[in-house]
């Protein structure tokens, strides 16, 4: 068993992780896949079922399986929904990220508005302001789909969206005045006319209204929209006369004054006067004098002088009027007295008073003040003085912009800047330079210099509509932004602010593209080592253009002057120059090769602009070129350097480098042929023509003329003579040639072709003839002559010529042949033998022979042209006699065979040009034979040999000869052909060689004999696996030409009929090589025939067909029958099919027509099992793993089914045993000793179970309640059971088994049930596995095992005598599998949110309220979070001890209301256990957050002496510490585990208890005056960390004490001693009063309210009448 004292943590055991799927290694991935599959096991974890294949089973189905179709209807309708839930969540993931890119793009608004506002608004550090997003989000369709919605987290309001505000109409585009005027007329005109007036609230006089409007309703004036003009007219007419009726006259002096200039005649319409109603709007006027001119202003004056003007104050009302004139406050103006009309001080009505206003300016800014008029009713006007010069307006911006420069180079920009004002003198300055304290400085003109900024002029004078030109030069010397601030001071005293502004910056030009040819330098040999890009040309030839177009953009704002400059490229490697060399330490060449050209060459780059440039390459000569073309900017002269002269020059730095390789080719003609020879002879006069051809393989167009030749001999022109061919184009030209004399002709002829210096030619070679004559036939064959015979042939001959040929024909012949001739007489006779051919014309010659011996002709004719050529007919025949013989006279024959015929062949030859004729004679023949010629007579030509088949059949074995004659016409003497022969019969070899069918082919004669020579033996081996398929090849080799048959078979084993003639192997014995993509096509089963199977199905039901006889193995020979050619090898497979192992022996049988019958042993050993688990979960070694993963200790089994699928022919029982892995097991190996049978069969054998049909899928209960046998059933046990007993007799009763210790043998943790089963044969059946955690486990425990299955036979037929024998039980290799567990110690984690731990602390005065109420009892609570840090699921209940209860519990599930239980001990002691009701379930790496309460109450403190003694209650104890009591508690929070297991967490809790000392025990009052009340003072004090409620009782000690005695106050509350500054003591007032002479004595109990311990205070005291007692100061 598993003990944890036995656990050895080793590096090679890794922690066996839960099942399915493990944890993410890291806390930082989101993958959440363990926690799902442990939420919701095999649900999750097993594999999806694809659209694809929900696709396919849709369209599959046929109908015929209902439980099929159900399945797919399902499958169709989960995947619908799928898709639906998909699409849903999809629009919710759109909706979020429309609403995230709004947010986004809003708040990027919201913050470039708050940027533009404020441009440090980054730096200032605000909080950032509210995101859009919430109110952004669709929160119905959150909702809708279960998700959170901006209202469960966020309480604010949503942000209010502005509504969208119509564009502004721009001016132009508002209607005018005339417009509304026609389209208000307009509807007026076609809206209908009100029944009624315009009520009387909108009677206006003057357009006056008398009634103010509303500030929000405004009456719309409908009589100026619905009333005609004349009715308008009319009404008007008639409000007037109304108001004359009730407009009565004024005072005077209250009508207003005449607006209207002064001398002008009045228009005062009393019928417009104000009525009286209006009358205190009129006394509240101010326009009682008026001026002129008003106001008085002075205007063009100059500093120093003093100017005048009158001014007329008018009386404009109707009564005298008395002023008084205040003068100017201001000494830059003065007035005068006054002219008044009566020399008084007042103004008649309509009459005016003069003053004189002098003005006295010190400079030339404005002026302003006042005149104040008083009237004599306390009414005042003021008429403004004003110095006034019209301003002078520049037209200068605010910011002078300078626009760009470079870097140490100049701009001068220019301003205009015109007076649009007034004139005035101004003066620029430095900002710094203001205020001025000497002004004269600035006033003469000249430059202002603000370094880079120089500015001319910085004085200057403009008058009205005059203008200037301001200059600035700007000269930066550093790249930057460069800003000054100016000052334009004007005379007026005005002051302007400007801006000189200018960017500096580096002349730069950058590469942007090039049409084509840009190179890569890493890919180049040797490149310019500055060059920053590469160009390459097209190869072309000398005189063609290559263009490049190069776009280069200015990086800069300036106009950059440049030029192209073309330099010597200097060349370094790649790699070579790793950081760019300093461009003053190189030095360039310029070149002066202008193989490129660049236009533009020169120019001026517009600013911040992109140029083109077209770079050309126009070669002259043939070569590669490789230059460097720099772009040179003129104008940066960033420094300067020294050359080696010494000179001071500027320098001029490329603003980009460039490296141009080009290269150029001669031009490719091709002359074909390039030599004409005419062979042929030519006729004098006649023109002869050739074709030869110009190809022209270069790049471009070529031009080309030929030099023709004439001259007395020939002539030879070509044309055309002159012209062009295209690039890859051949250009055909007709060559003549004509002969004027005879002779040979042989010259050049030049072609000159444009751009190439050296010419091409042709050479042309011909011969020119005159007359000839030629021979028709080209010899002359006389043939085959026979002695004696005369041939006569015909010579034809041809004169070609145009001129006539004298001609004579004549025998050559040598000197010895002219002898014989001569002495003999001529052979040839020639008729004619000479004569005249006239031009184109023929003539025959008739040639007769006669021969005169036998011999072999040859000899020739010469025709000869008289001053013309010769002509030579060679002349052959044969004069012969016949001569007839055999090739081979003897014959010899070797591999002659009984009964076969031998055909040979014997060869006729003529050895003369004479036919004859032949006949064999084989009438001499014996009769041991048969012999036949085909032809056996026949005509023979003239050397010609005649093939003759031989037949011959043999009937007797051995060596004969045979003599054959045969006779020939015209010879005296027959041929004779002698035969030999040796006859054979039939042999045959067998060989069994270990080497497969590809090998057997390649052997050579002598490894076959070899082969041939070894003892028959086809043995497959002793560990062939099951289900695998051996082969071994059987050699039959006819050795000699006798056609047989065969048959070859075994006698056990035989393979059953497979059906090959249809299906996957219907041509499995075909030889047939299919092509590759054949092979790959039939890879895959044909989808359109249900029958189809793939290769590997087809391959397992051809197996199952061959083996389905049972027998546990098959032979299949193929072929097993046919026929055995001569001298054919055949190589014969013998494949074994096995599905159960076992040792199996068989014979082979060889049967030969013709010979005896060979028997072959056939041995094959099949190991393995045909159990196979249906399990993925396959280590390498080849055991399937159960894993149980982690579980608690103690917690419920576990269960997994395991199906076990049987491929053998036979039924299998299974005896399991289980073994434990040990660590640190040192045994090595087991002893087993068994009585009687090993493994005994302990159940029944159901025969239900053996006709399982090997398609069933259903699970076959194999529990030993399951089976039920029937009566027959039971019979055919007790025979087998018999049958196994009889067989157990020849068994040794006690077996001792020794094998490799593994584990060891055990019932615990694991269980296989049942533990003995039968699995039927070709079917399955199933085993649970079962694994209990261990009960009492204090650390985490790996549990490692295996299960192993001994395999038993109980059939008769296991075992064959002679052909099989099964090993079983512990003879053979069991079937295991190996399980895997982990048993976690069940423990969590406990944390509190008190700093002092799990201690709870509380004051007896918790309980006290303010208005002195005692509660029962309080709860004192602490935050606890339990964490479960294991890997499974931990069930548990918390139970707690009085005084300790759970009082919340934030959990998913709904917690339930503790119960409490009381029970009463012996002592008669309440024990109070709080314990839930309701178990709580923690998944891994999960917590669960609760509230611990501590119960203090009234009914413990009252307990508080019955509990201080017991001394048996170790859990409840009182601590002193000085002045200070606690009663504590010590309890223990229980986890109780599902398993069983408890853990305890120590609580402790303590409780202050109150107490409270008097400062005086007894108090005396001594003597008092009767009826005087006299009071001392008595200290409480609580020295404990409880605050006390105190109760004061006055208990008299007789009935005259009784109310003499009275305390203030009678009770209250003190404060507990905690630290120096709490008032933890209370003064309370004792009061006494004496009735009478007599003594009084009283006692004070005070008392507590949370069991407190009573103080006691003895008060005493005597009444007295006498009045010395009496206290005159209290």
């Not at 008739?846 to 011996?853: E, G, I, T």
């Not at 079937?1375 to 406990?1390: C, I, K, P, Q």
Request: glycine residues 6%.
């Amino acid at each position: 068993m598993f003990s944890s004292s036995e656990i050895v943590k080793e590096t090679d055991v890794q922690h066996e992780p839960t099942m399915l799927l493990q944890r993410p290694s890291s806390a930082r991935r989101q993958n959440v896949a363990h926690i799902l599959t442990t939420m919701f096991g095999e649900y999750f974890a097993r594999d999806v079922v694809p659209q694809d294949v929900v696709k396919y089973l849709t369209t599959s189905r046929s109908g015929d399986d209902p439980y099929h179709d159900y399945y797919v209807e399902e499958l169709s309708k989960i995947q619908d929904e799928r898709e639906k839930r998909l699409s849903a969540a999809s629009i919710v993931e759109n909706h979020l990220l429309k609403a995230k890119g709004a947010a986004t793009a809003a708040d990027e608004k919201h913050l470039a508005s708050l940027t533009a506002e404020c441009q440090t608004y980054h730096q200032i550090g605000l909080p950032s302001f509210e995101s859009k997003f919430k109110s952004l989000l669709d929160s119905e369709l959150l909702k809708k789909h279960h998700l959170i919605a901006p209202e469960d987290y966020s309480t604010a309001e949503a942000a209010k969206v502005e509504p969208p505000t119509a564009p502004k109409i721009p001016g132009y585009a508002q209607a005018t005045r005339a417009y509304l005027g026609q389209t208000k007329s307009a509807e007026s005109t076609n809206r209908p006319r009100p029944e009624s007036a315009p009520s009387n609230g909108t009677i206006t006089t003057k357009g006056r209204s008398s009634v103010q409007p509303n500030k929000t309703t405004q009456i719309s004036p409908l009589w100026k929209e619905g009333m005609e003009i004349l009715d308008r007219e009319n009404h008007k007419f008639y409000l007037s006369s109304m108001q004359k009726r009730v407009d009565h006259l004024k005072n005077p002096r209250h009508v207003p004054p005449v607006t209207g200039r002064f001398g002008q005649k009045s228009n005062i319409d009393f019928a417009s006067r104000p009525t009286g109603n209006s009358l205190f709007s009129l006394t509240n006027q101010n326009e009682i004098f008026i001026a002129e001119p008003n106001p008085v202003v002075f205007s063009n004056y100059q500093p120093g002088k003093a100017y005048t003007m009158n001014v007329e104050i008018k009386n404009i009302t109707s009564a005298s009027r008395h002023i008084r004139i205040i003068p100017p406050a201001t000494s830059y103006f003065a007035s005068s007295l006054g002219k008044f009309p009566n020399g008084d001080s007042f103004i008649a009505s309509g009459l005016a008073c003069q003053l004189q206003i002098t003005f006295t300016p010190d400079s030339l800014a404005d002026y302003d003040d006042e005149i104040i008029i008083k009237s004599q009713n306390g009414m005042t006007t003021a008429i403004p003085l004003q110095g006034r010069r019209p301003p002078p307006r520049l037209s200068l911006a605010a910011t002078l912009d300078c626009g760009h420069c470079l870097v140490n180079g100049e701009k001068i920009t220019t301003f205009i800047c015109k007076n649009s004002g007034g004139p005035g003198r101004f003066c620029i300055m430095p900002e710094s330079s203001w205020p001025v304290q000497q002004f004269d400085s600035f006033k003469q003109p000249t430059k202002l210099d603000m370094t880079p900024f120089q500015l001319e002029p910085n004085y200057f004078e403009l008058k009205h509509e005059e203008s200037i030109t301001i200059t600035v030069k700007f000269a930066p010397e550093h790249v930057d932004i460069y800003t000054r601030d100016i000052i334009a001071v004007c005379d007026n005293c005005h002051v302007k602010t400007f801006t000189l502004k200018g960017v500096c910056q580096t002349a730069g030009v950058e590469f942007v593209s090039v049409s084509d040819g840009l190179l890569d330098p890493l890919a180049l040999e040797m490149y310019d080592i500055s060059a920053q890009q590469h160009i390459s040309f097209d190869t072309i030839h000398p005189g063609m253009v290559c263009e490049r177009t190069l776009i280069v953009h200015n990086t800069t704002r300036v106009d950059l002057p440049y030029h192209w400059e073309f330099f010597k490229p200097i060349l370094c490697k790649p790699g070579a120059n790793n950081g760019r060399q300093d461009r003053f330490e190189r030095y360039r060449v310029p070149t002066h090769q202008k193989f490129f050209t660049v236009d533009p060459s020169i120019g001026i780059f517009p600013p911040f602009a992109k140029a083109e440039f077209t770079i050309k390459y126009v070669p002259q000569h043939v070569g590669k070129i490789d230059q460097a073309l720099h772009l040179i900017l003129e104008e940066y002269d960033e420094n300067q350097a020294l050359i080696e002269d010494d000179e001071l020059v500027r320098d001029v730095i490329p603003g980009l480098e460039l490296e141009l390789r080009a290269t150029c080719i001669p031009f490719d003609v091709e002359l074909t042929p390039s030599v004409i020879i005419i062979g042929e002879q030519l006729l004098v006069g006649t023109s002869y023509f050739k074709t030869v051809q110009i190809i022209n393989k270069g790049y471009h167009l070529i031009e080309y003329e030929w030099n023709n030749q004439s001259n007395d001999n020939y002539t030879i022109n070509v044309s055309p003579g002159r012209d062009s061919i295209p690039a890859g184009d051949v250009k055909e030209l007709s060559m003549e040639i004509c002969g004027h004399v005879p002779g040979k002709i042989e010259t050049m002829l030049y072609c000159h072709v444009e751009h190439v210096e050296t010419p091409i030619y042709l050479n042309v070679q011909a011969h020119v003839q005159g007359p000839q004559l030629n021979i028709d036939v080209p010899d002359l064959n006389y043939g085959l002559v026979r002695l004696g015979e005369a041939i006569e042939k015909d010579i034809p001959i041809y004169n070609t010529s145009s001129v006539a040929a004298q001609w004579e024909i004549i025998e050559c012949m040598e000197t010895d042949q002219k002898a014989i001739v001569a002495k003999d007489q001529a052979e040839f006779l020639f008729s004619p033998c000479n004569g005249e051919l006239q031009p184109n014309s023929s003539i025959n010659i008739k040639a007769l022979f006669k021969p005169n011996f036998c011999r072999r002709l040859r000899t020739v004719f010469e025709l000869h042209a008289i001053n013309g050529n010769k002509t030579h007919l060679r002349v052959h025949g044969e004069i012969q006699s016949p001569i007839v013989a055999l090739t081979e006279s003897y014959l010899q024959l070797d591999e002659v065979y009984v009964g076969l015929p031998r055909i040979s062949q014997v060869t006729l030859k003529n050895q003369t040009l004479l036919s004859t004729n032949y006949k064999w004679d084989t009438d001499a023949i014996s009769n041991k034979c048969n012999l036949t010629f085909d032809p056996c007579q026949g005509d023979i030509g003239s050397r010609q040999a005649v093939n003759i088949n031989m037949t011959l059949v043999c009937h007797e074995t051995g060596e004969q000869e045979f003599t054959i004659p045969c006779m020939v016409a015209g010879m005296d003497n027959p041929v004779i052909l002698k035969v030999g022969v040796n006859v054979k019969g039939l042999t045959v070899g067998y060989s069994t060689p270990l080497v497969d069918e590809a090998a057997i082919k390649g052997l050579n004669q002598q490894q076959i004999e070899l082969n041939e020579a070894k003892a028959l033996d086809l043995n497959f081996g002793d560990d062939i696996p099951i289900g695998t398929n051996a082969k071994r090849c059987l050699v039959i080799r006819n050795k000699s030409a006798i056609q047989t048959e065969y048959n070859i078979r075994v006698l056990y084993f035989t393979a059953a009929d497979a059906n090959l003639d249809s299906g996957v192997y219907a041509n499995k014995n075909s030889t047939k090589v299919e092509s590759k993509t054949g092979s790959i096509l039939k890879r895959t089963a044909n989808l359109a025939d249900p029958q189809s199977k793939s290769v590997e199905r087809a391959q397992a039901a051809y197996s199952a067909a061959i083996l389905q006889d049972g027998r546990g193995t098959a032979f299949e020979i193929l072929p097993s029958v046919g026929i055995l050619d001569a001298f054919e090898t055949k190589i014969i497979t013998i494949t074994a099919f096995t599905d159960l192992w076992g040792d199996y022996k068989d014979n082979l049988i060889c049967s030969i027509k013709g010979l005896n019958d060979i028997t072959i042993p056939v041995k094959l050993g099949v190991v393995g099992c045909p159990l196979k688990f249906q399990i993925g979960n396959v280590e390498k070694k080849g055991h399937p793993i159960v894993r149980f993963g982690a579980h608690i200790s103690a917690s419920p089994s576990i269960t997994r089914t395991l199906r076990i699928n049987n491929s053998g022919p036979l039924d299998i029982r299974l005896d399991w045993k289980i073994f434990n892995l040990i660590k640190g097991d040192q045994q090595a190996v087991d002893l087993l000793i068994h009585y009687g049978q090993p493994l005994p069969l302990n159940i029944a054998v159901d025969s239900k179970v053996k006709n399982v049909s090997y398609h069933r899928e259903s699970l076959i209960p194999m529990s030993e309640t399951s089976s039920v046998m029937s009566n027959a059933d039971s019979q055919e046990v007790e025979e087998s059971i018999s049958t196994d007993r009889s067989h157990a007799k020849d068994n040794p009763f006690i077996s001792v088994t020794i094998d490799a210790h593994g584990g060891v043998e055990a019932d615990d943790p694991y269980k296989v049930t049942p533990t003995q089963l039968i699995v039927p044969s070709r079917s399955h059946t199933s085993i649970n596995v079962t694994f209990t955690p261990l009960p009492s486990c204090q650390q985490d425990t790996d549990c490692n095992a295996y299960a192993l299955g001994y395999m038993s036979l109980d059939q008769p037929d296991a075992n064959v005598e002679g052909n099989v024998y099964r090993l079983q039980g512990y003879e053979i290799q069991p079937l295991r599998f190996d399980m895997t567990g982990s048993v976690l110690a069940a423990w969590l984690e406990v944390h509190s949110s008190d700093d002092d731990g799990n201690y709870f602390m509380a004051a007896s005065s918790d309980l006290l309220l303010d208005s002195g109420q005692v509660l029962k009892e309080i709860w004192k609570e602490e935050h606890f979070s339990f964490t479960n840090l294991t890997d499974t699921p931990l069930n548990f209940r918390i139970e707690l001890s009085w005084p300790f209860e759970i009082r919340a519990s934030q959990t998913k599930k709904a917690s339930t209301a503790a119960s409490r239980h009381r029970t009463i001990n012996e002592k008669g002691e309440t024990s109070t256990i709080v314990q839930s009701d309701q178990s709580f379930t923690l998944l891994p790496q999960t917590n669960m957050q609760t509230n611990i309460g501590f119960c203090l109450s009234l009914d413990t403190l009252h307990r508080l002496e019955e509990l201080e003694k017991d001394e048996n209650d170790q859990l409840v104890r009182i601590v002193t510490d000085g002045e200070n009591r606690k009663l504590c508690f010590d309890g223990d929070l229980q986890i109780q585990f599902s398993n069983g297991t408890i853990q305890n967490v120590s609580l402790c809790a303590s409780i202050a208890l109150p107490k409270f000392r008097l400062a005086e025990n007894s108090l005396d009052f001594g003597t008092c005056f009767v009826g005087q009340t006299r009071s001392k003072l008595v200290t409480i004090t609580n020295p404990t960390m409880s605050g006390t409620y105190w109760i004061s009782t006055v208990e008299a000690e007789n009935e005259a004490s009784e109310g003499i005695i009275t305390v203030e106050p009678s009770q209250g509350y003190i404060q507990a001693n905690i630290t120096h500054i709490t008032t933890n003591a209370v003064a309370i007032k004792i009061n006494f009063t004496a009735r009478h002479s007599v003594k009084y004595s009283s006692k004070i109990i005070i008392s507590g309210l949370l069991g407190e311990s009573s103080q006691v205070l003895f008060v005493t005291g005597e009444g007295s009448y006498d009045g010395k007692y009496e206290s005159v100061i209290h």
